[in-house]
């Protein structure tokens, strides 16, 4: 069975640094994008970044600059750094990989989350 492990969670001050890891197994075919997602109480789950099987990579408008996506495809894992974190940053993170089965079919698998609480 396919099982994502996500760790790096935590509660750190305002300007502090997190780095999020996601480690992916039981997968049997190729993988193509992978990212991380986020939910705030009340609000709706939203892309954070993400990076492709081609390197390409595609930030949340609000992290840019602070946040930094990276995979490494030998060992099925991808990371996110979080650097001058903020208050709205708070949110649980999700860690989701996009598995292709065909060229015309894929599947999204989603970690459990993480919590990120950023005070002050």
């Known amino acids: 069975q396919v099982q994502l492990v996500e760790s790096g969670g935590g509660l750190v001050q305002a300007g502090g640094s997190l780095r999020l890891s996601c480690a992916a197994s039981g997968i049997r075919f190729s993988i193509d994008a992978m990212g991380w997602y986020r939910q705030a109480p009340g609000q709706q789950r939203e892309l954070v970044a993400q990076?492709?099987?081609?390197?390409?990579?595609k930030y949340l408008d609000s992290v840019k600059g602070r946040f930094t996506i990276s995979r490494d495809n030998a060992k099925n894992t991808v990371s996110l750094q979080m650097n001058s974190l903020k208050p709205e940053d708070t949110a649980v993170y999700y860690c989701k990989i996009t598995v292709l089965i065909t060229t015309l079919q894929s599947r999204d698998y989603w970690g459990q989350g993480t919590q990120v609480t950023v005070s002050s």
């Open positions: 990076v492709t099987s081609g390197g390409v990579t």
